[in-house]
């Protein structure tokens, strides 16, 4: 029997890292080309594999999708997974996501990292308006999405009543990886792609709490109230 060893990189669909002797063909070509040397088919060749063509809205939303600059904003519990985003383990630097700026006027993201008390609504809601147009709103754990555990009147119940908010994380705290995926779901929400819900994915449409109303939204008769 014969045992043969392969590499696992082999094996993937991904390129092959290039050898230095396909750099230097390549050095060489651009070298060519500088000159005027490249005619016909060549030329057309070099052009084909260095040209990339898109639209001017495309360009845009995938530049402003990758420069998300986030104020730099704890709330609760939940900004110390934040913290750990920008550290050498997870590095958002990967997504362009690792800029915390110290001024909302230089931020273009809020991450509502933990639970929003009543007092602090106003502030939030101050730091947001002096943020950069476009901006987005994550709210990062249970606490900021619904209210969590503190399910009393000093907590607000979801920051979706005072923010328009972009996207729900969920979790007590959730974990950094979380957070990243909250962030890369975003992205693809900004460049004009974003995921199916839930409820779409899964066609539960109809499950929502206001779901009892539609009935009457769409003409029909409501049920007769029992008391009548």
Request: proline share 7%; glycine share 8%; net charge neutral.
């Amino acid at each position: 029997m014969e045992v043969r060893r392969e590499k696992l990189r082999d094996l993937s669909p991904l390129d092959q890292p290039s050898g230095p002797e396909e750099l230097r063909v390549r050095q060489l070509r651009a070298r060519d080309m500088l000159r005027g040397d490249l005619e016909g088919e060549d030329l057309q060749e070099y052009v084909e594999e260095r040209l990339l063509t898109t639209t001017l809205d495309r360009a845009q939303k995938w530049a402003r999708s990758n420069a998300m600059w986030p104020a730099t904003f704890g709330l609760a519990c939940c900004a110390i997974e934040m913290m750990a985003m920008v550290s050498a383990r997870y590095d958002t630097a990967r997504f362009g996501a690792e800029v915390f700026r110290a001024s909302p006027r230089q931020a273009d993201m809020l991450i509502l990292s933990g639970r929003v008390s009543t007092k602090m609504v106003p502030v939030i809601r101050r730091v947001y308006d002096q943020m950069l147009e476009p901006k987005w709103v994550l709210a990062m754990g249970a606490c900021s999405s619904s209210g969590g555990m503190f399910a009393n009147y000093a907590v607000v119940q979801g920051a979706d009543k005072f923010l328009p908010v972009d996207v729900h994380i969920p979790g007590c705290p959730p974990r950094t990886e979380a957070l990243i995926y909250g962030i890369l779901k975003l992205q693809r929400q900004i460049q004009g792609n974003p995921d199916l819900g839930w409820r779409r994915r899964y066609q539960a449409e109809g499950t929502e709490e206001w779901a009892r109303d539609l009935p009457v939204a769409t003409g029909a008769t409501p049920p007769a109230d029992s008391d009548a």
